[in-house]
Structure formats: C-alpha cells, structure tokens
C-alpha cells in the first residue's frame, strides 16, 4: 500500500508538471508570440496595457482557463460514467451526455434566454440524458455492451434533435456548428466563471467519494453487501458527473473522447490507486486538452484548426484501440 | 440471531421462496443444500438485506431487518455473492473494502482499517499477494482474497454463496476448517454448499431447500436419516464411523 502512494505521489507530481507546461505553452503560444518573461510580468502585475497584455488578458487567459476547466470537467465526469455504468467505453460524448448538453443549450437560444443560463441548462440535458440511460439499462437489464449501443443510439437521437430545432431556427446555425466540432474559440468570457465555479465544486465533491466509486466495481450485489445504498449513489455520481459534463459543453460544445482517453491512459500509467485516480484524471484531462488546443492553433497557423477535430484524429484510433483489447474481455470492461 | 420469519421472496410476480422459517444462531456452522433453482441464493440474498420479502419479515437480534440502514446491517452481516465479474482492484483494496460499512463520510480508511485488513489477508496466506490485481489470479486465489475481505468485514454472521467454487479439495477442506474456526470463534455461519458429503461432514446443521420450500433443517445425522436427502436429490448419503458421510448411488 506503501509502494502505491509512493506511485501516485509521483503520477500526481507528473501530471502537475505535464498541466504546468501545457499552460505556459498555451498562454505563450499563438498569432503572437508572448515570451515567457513577459508572461510572468503581466501575471505579476507589472506589464500595463500594451498589445501581449491585452491579448493575454483577455484572449490566452481566458481560452486557457477554458480549456483546464473543460479538460478537467470532461475526463473526470468520463471517469465516474465508466464507474458508474462499468463500461470502460462509456464516455460522455459517446452515449449522449454531450449531446443532452448541447440540446439543452440550443434549446435555451431557441426560446431566447441569455447564454449564461448556459452551464445550467446544459447540466439539465446532461443529466436527463445519462439517468434517461442509467434508468433504462436498470429496467431492462441490459449488458455492459447493451448499455453502450444504448447510448450510442441515444447520442444520435438527441444530436438529431438538435438539427431539427436548427432546421426550424437556421439563425441559429453557427451556434450549432460551434458546438459540434467544440472549439475553445467560441469560449464567452461570461460563462467562463459560473461554469468554473460549478466544476470545481463538482470536482472537489467527487475527489471525496473514491472508495465510492471504487466500491462500484464489486457490481450492484457486492456494493450493496458492504452497506452501500446504490440507487442513491449511482444518481449521486450521474448527477456531478452531468454537471461537469453540462459546464464543459456549455464553454466547448462538443469535445469528444476527452473523457475516454484520459481515464484510460491513467490507469494504463498504473494510476488506479483510488485516492488519487480522479485528481489524476483532472490534472491529465486539463493538460492534455489545453495542449491539444494549443496545437490546433498553432500548427496550421494562421489557420485556426478547432480542437475537437483534432482531439477526433487522436480519439478515434484510441477508441478503436480500446474496441480491441476489450473484445471479450469481461474483466478489463470494468472501470 | 438471525430469524426468517414466514418468508417469501422472489423477483418477479411468482415467489422463489414460499413460506420459510429458520434461524441462523450465532456460534454455528450450517449448510444451506438443494437442488439447482431451489432458492438457496435467494434465501442469502433475503438474510443480507439485498432483497426484500414479498411476505414475512428477518429479524437481527430483535430488530426487524428493514428498520435498519444498509452499512448497520452490512456491520452485522457479511455477504459474498457468488463471483460474476471480477473486480479491477488488487487483493489489498478488495480486502480493504471490507472495512467500509465501518466507516462515516467521508469514508478514509485509517491503521485500525489497514491493521484488520492485513491481518485477514495473513489468515487466508494472502499477505504476498497484496499488490497483486486480481484479474491475474487463478480462481481459487481470487476466492480467497474474497474471504479475507468478508473477515476484514469482522461480522458477527458471514453468509457465503459457493464459497468453494474454483478451490480444489484440499483448499475447499482448509476453507470448511476455517469456518468451523469462525462459528467456534462464535460468529454465525451460512454456507451454500454443492457438495453434500462436505456439508454433512463439517457443519452443525443443514437445511434443505427444495422448490422454493424448507424441507429440511436438522443436525446432519438427522437429516441424513430422515430419507429427505434421497427423496429431493436421488442419492444417499452413508454415514461413516469417522463422522463422515459418502454418496451411495
């Protein structure tokens, strides 16, 4: 037990320096150049209002804070989907969450009501979406398999839904296309803060429920054995996991395969002491989504690639990836 | 104790179990036998407080049951399931999780948790297995991970569902002796058992489970001379000088 703090102390250690370069690469990098001297400076109060502070205060710092949040809010909320349903691919933007999120939101344009409402009606399309599924897969008794091509036909479901309320309010088109190929350039500033707050609240909540949600993995009659009131755990977890699901769409739109990579390359990183496994998730899930981003802007400059593509190239080979070292594997179908 | 009183219980409109009444008194070792289908599962589930009666109650030391929280009646009574799925944690984690209906928001294992844990693991010789997950087990070891973690529990009554699935028979014997240790020890156990001879050979009652009925509850002797035993499986047991008993075809 010894050996396996001693090992997530250092994953935690690692992931804290991965986050650390991936921000100061994101905050320095982009159509102009801020050297890291003068990013200390500004941050210290010392720069005025020259062009780098202005473009730091209010682009790079903001797109950046985004991106830690979503990264974050995204690979942690998949984390304790994958617990919760005990499918490793269940992911938030494969068996609808998103797309629940993203309905909400258009939704809320289509009837007018101002975008910092945003972060909430995204939880409320997030968690109708993951309970509509969690519910279904209890009534009917569905396998771990059956769960995931249930969400995988909820998920087109609602992302149909989505385009129909476009084709009745085409003036809504461009929000659509920003949410369905989530681009961290879209980020409203406004909605920056009551999102942030809420994933931090979610994310400290679920950084306290660990044995929790490791104790899941014991299946509803071993959690259940050791006195734990599932029913109400599950909703529990299901609740914070669509809060954080619902903020991160509401800033990004739809970035997929974030809560399905990160979770996955934690525990191959042998981080699956379950103390440290969601913070560990949150500090990679934050990192690599501010890198990705900072990548999709930069290498195809002045182009601007948005980063949800970019996460799609690297997610669907992982996906697939994962589709085959699964294949049959009931014990490795676990989270 | 543990008492059923009047129990009936299943999980859809037709009940599983029809009108079962027995005790499962602290300090003893009983087998819970029958055919494959007759309840005996069911009957566990019932005792542990995962499933509901449809009719009757289960009452813990004069307290019914369903006036008790999950992790109160998870302090009193161990239940280990038989295994579906293997977890994705180590020995020393799933053993460790035996400790959490002892534990309060927000739930921390601390030396005391880590000390009865280590402590059940060196009981099942698991102690140089600690790191190791248990998907990387053979059966019989997972098995017994399993048991260290309802002793780390430390219950006063221990239901176990197959215990000896996946263990040969010399591990299936040093696992009856364990369990004569614990009822010695005075905790209350239930085992449901395949094998007869091994269930008439080492516990203090048996009862026999037929349809969704009790049949049968005795001392193995009793039971074995009763003829019920024939008259629900086909087969006789034969009691030998030593106290042991063998099928007759």
Not at chain 1, 87 to 90: E, Q
Not at chain 2, 12 to 19: E, I, N
Not at chain 2, 131 to 138: D, E, G, I, R, Y
């Given at each position: 037990m010894k050996n396996s703090r001693r090992s997530s102390g250092r994953l935690l250690l690692l992931g804290g320096l991965f986050l650390l370069a991936s921000c100061l690469l994101s905050l320095a990098l982009g159509s102009s150049r801020i050297p890291l001297s003068q990013i200390l400076r500004i941050l210290t109060g010392?720069?005025?209002?020259g062009a780098d502070a202005l473009i730091f205060r209010h682009v790079r710092l903001p797109r950046t804070l985004g991106c830690l949040v979503c990264g974050a809010a995204l690979s942690v909320s998949g984390a304790v989907i994958q617990g919760v349903l005990a499918?490793?691919?269940?992911a938030p933007g494969i068996i609808g969450v998103n797309a629940g999120a993203a309905l909400a939101v258009t939704l809320c344009a289509a009837a007018g009501?101002?975008?910092?409402?945003a972060p909430l009606w995204a939880f409320a399309g997030a968690f109708a979406a993951v309970l509509t599924l969690a519910l279904g897969a209890r009534a009917w008794g569905a396998s771990r398999g059956t769960v995931l091509l249930m969400g995988v036909a909820l998920n087109s479901l609602l992302n149909a839904l989505s385009d129909t309320v476009i084709t009745f309010r085409p003036e809504l088109a461009a929000l659509r296309h920003d949410f369905k190929v989530?681009?961290?350039?879209?980020?409203r500033p406004a909605t920056l803060l009551p999102a942030g707050l809420l994933a931090a609240v979610a994310l400290l909540i679920l950084f306290t429920l660990y044995n929790e949600l490791d104790l899941l993995n014991l299946g509803e009659e071993g959690a259940r054995a050791l006195g734990m009131d599932t029913l109400r755990v599950r909703l529990m977890f299901l609740f914070l996991a669509a809060l954080l699901a619902g903020c991160a769409v509401s800033l990004a739109?739809?970035?997929?395969f974030v809560g399905l990579i990160v979770p996955h390359t934690v525990r191959r990183l042998k981080g699956r002491s379950p103390g440290s496994f969601l913070p560990l998730c949150a500090l990679f899930g934050a990192g690599f989504l501010t890198l990705c981003d900072t990548l999709a802007r930069t290498l195809f400059s002045p182009y601007e690639l948005p980063a949800g593509i970019l996460m799609a190239y690297l997610g669907v080979p992982f996906f697939l990836f994962l589709l085959v070292r699964t294949k049959g594997g009931h014990a490795r179908d676990r989270a | 104790m543990i008492a059923l009183e009047r129990v009936s219980a299943g999980y859809?409109?037709?009940?599983?179990?029809?009108?079962v009444s027995c005790t499962l008194p602290k300090g003893q070792l009983i087998s819970l036998v029958g055919p494959n289908g007759s309840g005996k599962s069911t009957l566990l589930r019932v005792l542990a407080g995962i499933l509901a009666p449809g009719a009757g109650r289960v009452v813990l030391e004069d307290t019914p049951?369903?006036?008790?929280?999950p992790n109160m009646i998870a302090r009193r009574i161990a239940f280990l399931a038989q295994e579906r799925d293997t977890p994705d944690l180590t020995v020393a984690q799933l053993v460790l999780?035996?400790?959490?209906?002892?534990?309060?928001?927000?739930r921390r294992y601390g030396p005391l948790d880590l000390a009865i844990a280590r402590a059940a693991m060196e009981r099942m010789g698991l102690e140089a297995h600690g790191?190791?997950?248990?998907?990387?087990?053979?059966g019989g070891m997972r098995q017994k991970a399993r048991i260290a973690m309802a002793l780390a529990q430390d219950s006063d009554y221990i239901l176990l569902d197959e215990?000896?699935?996946?263990?040969d028979i010399g591990h299936q014997l040093a696992l009856m002796n364990l369990l004569r240790e614990l009822a010695v020890s005075g905790k209350g156990i239930l085992a449901v058992l395949h094998d007869l001879p091994l269930a008439f050979s080492t516990s203090d009652q048996v009862l026999l489970l037929h349809e969704g009925s009790l049949v049968g509850k005795a001392a193995p002797d009793a039971l074995c001379a009763s003829g019920m035993v024939r008259d629900v499986f086909g087969v006789d047991l034969i009691p030998s000088a030593e106290g042991r008993y063998h099928y007759r075809y």
């Open positions: 010392g720069e005025g209002e499918n490793r691919l269940a009501f101002s975008s910092l409402w989530g681009d961290l350039a879209a980020l739109g739809l970035l997929s | 859809g409109a037709a009940p599983v179990l029809r009108d049951l369903r006036e008790l929280k999780h035996g400790r959490f209906p002892h534990l309060q928001y927000p790191h190791c997950p248990l998907a990387k087990l053979s215990p000896t699935t996946y263990l």
